[in-house]
């Protein structure tokens, strides 16, 4: 609260707000972790899977003990002994075009901490159609990119990755996770509190082996169609 604009009515919008987390894992972690003890009042944190010991490098909202756990549920778990003032909501649920409005509910805000793009695309085309911000971010060895969509003021996901393959397996050095989820929860309490600017049209690029960033500016595709509609003025 002594941060410049913030305050006790910022702190109030904060705990009145509702975040939908779409992923308990290396992304998911810092990110739900920040925002518990931002005092963000409820997060929606959803993740079908179940623990295992090779998540441990990075998934540090569970531990050792909980392998076999649903992760949704661990991270409720962790979340409400670091934060007991806020909710929690475990979704055990797969996230499809069936399932996405149940699950997002009345969310403020939606925060991609997934590891494919097909589901990556339903919540956009979801979150488009509702009108709630997205804050994607993606991960792959030593980089990263995170990116703030509001369409149409911003491109969607599908503009600005249409035809991205759906890699399968892939490695992650566990601080990167934590460097990239740190950025998207500092990017959803930006844009909570209305303190600071937030990436709009932006897509930050992550070079941890480098240890460089760089940003390239993101164009909206006229005939999107995910956003495209939303563009039109006639
Ligand atoms: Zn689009």
Redesign the pocket.
Known sequence: MLISGWGAETQQRLKKASVFIAGAGGLGSPVSIYLAVAGIGTLRICDCGELELSNLNRQILHDDSRIGWNKALSAKATLERLNPHITVNALQTKITAETVAGLIGRSDLVVDCLDNFPTRHILNEYA?RNGIPVIHAGVYGMQGQITFIK?PET?????MSAGTPAAAVFPIVGATAGVIGCLEALEAIKYLSGVGTNLKGRMLIWDGEKMEFMELPQK??AD?P???HLNRTD
Not at 155 to 159: A, D, E, I, K, R
Request: a positive charge; hydrophobic letters at 45%; proline letters at 8%.
């Open positions: 488009v369409a491109p969607c996901l599908w503009c909206k595709i999107c995910v956003c495209g």
